[in-house]
């Protein structure tokens, strides 16, 4: 197979130092485009459809810049500085005659967007300028639009655009180096908008147009290209959304982001996100010289569960940056383990040191503890239980954690009003259950802790429905 080595890999080589080093002190008073394509034509570096690679040489010769390979011309100023993408004059016309589900939608489909249909163009950055939380409609690298159409009006619309850098959870899901990596990030496309509009009130809609969306995005990304695709990602932002459309399409929760941005820099204040993974292809990794994942080994729903070692097996697995921090979780598990309906002081026996155990775990400030890696080993556990099953149900529901007497807590949500009005503080609890069809169940998937937020007093029932098929993936 045709390697795909990065270009800022193949620059950095010695030769190819040496080669620009040469032609920037030969050519004083070209500009940086100008040596990006003679480097393109001398290199051979062009996409799968024979262009030169210039905006990529360009990128990876500025990165080099800033890593002290050389001292490039000083870039030409580019008009005026502001960018104007192209609109409508007015809002896109909500959909009309919307049914409940979607299979009783007329004329689902999804239609890419060309750069040279103006119109559609138009119609895409309208969407998401003015629905879509970020309202920008830019996207980064080698980009992909669809428009959600149908006979009652445009739904929402989809963006794609080139993947994360360095992404902790994604690369090690995949199990890449670093070379692998810089020689196959480019077969890693990022979903960076997901919009299905607020009036679309339909059930099941948001996840049926992920699954249109997968069986035809390589294809045409690669006719755009000549480049295919191999993995889909996208983000989620885990306080306000629950990734549900994306579990029911089959992406992949693999873990966290680091609220670092793109380029993974320290200094980029971002949110935490769930990060899902989506394989258009089944043998990505061995494409990509990686070792394939060993097959999940089943474990029967009883197993463990009538023994001392139980703790151990659900949670000693945990990655919390420290083998002693996970010997703390399990025995706080164990101990739990005997006394469930009690308080921690209780289970432990009134014992003062494993009690300041506890306590150092939980108020641990460091980034490898938190809800999702001390779940990770029982959720584990929990799909080597579901590998079992021919069929397996999944049970969401969300509870409430009252705190209002607990006057020293901060940073809590609204979780309820009595009848004369008095608001309640506390957490919301969304959780993610397997069962058997006997009912058994086989573990907890996940949980998602969040504060909610007041609604404004104009909001009723309907727009809380809508809310949720607001999906938006930012």
Known sequence: MKSTTSIKGRLSTPENVTLVTNWLSGNKGKT???????????????????????????????????EGYWKLPTALPHGSGKWNPRRLSEPVAAPQGMPERVEQIKGLTLI????????????????????????????????????????????GGIGFGSSALYLESRDGWIGWDESRRAEHHERVINMTRFL???SVRCENVASHVLGLCSRRVAKDFHRRYGLEPWLLETFVDQEQYAGTCFQAANWVCVGQTKGRGRNGGKKEGKSIKDVYLYPLVGSFRSRMGVKELKPIEPLAVQSGLETEEWAEQEFGGCEL???????????????????????????????????????RLINNKHEEVNTHTMMGGHRQQTIRRMANEKTVLIVQDTMEMNFSTRLQCKKLGLVGKNQTGVESKGLKMHSRLALNLQGLPLGVLGTQVYAAEPKPQSEGKADKGAALLHLIIS
């Open 32 to 66: 940086r485009t100008r040596l990006a394509r003679d480097l393109c034509e001398r290199l051979g570096l062009r996409d799968g459809k024979g262009a030169l690679r210039i905006a990529g040489t360009l990128k990876a010769l500025r990165d080099l810049e800033s």
């Open 112 to 155: 890419e967007v060309d750069a040279g249909n103006d119109k559609h163009l138009r119609i895409w950055n309208e969407l998401m300028l003015t629905e879509h939380p970020l309202h920008d409609c830019r996207l980064v690298g080698r980009q992909l639009r669809y428009l959600i159409g149908s006979t009652h009006g445009w739904l």
């Open 196 to 198: 299905i509009r607020l």
């Open 321 to 359: 940056g420290h083998l002693q921090r996970t010997s703390q979780l399990v025995t706080v598990a164990t101990n739990k383990g005997r006394q469930p309906s009690g308080s921690y002081a209780r289970a432990c026996g009134g014992n003062r040191h494993a009690y300041k155990g506890y306590s």
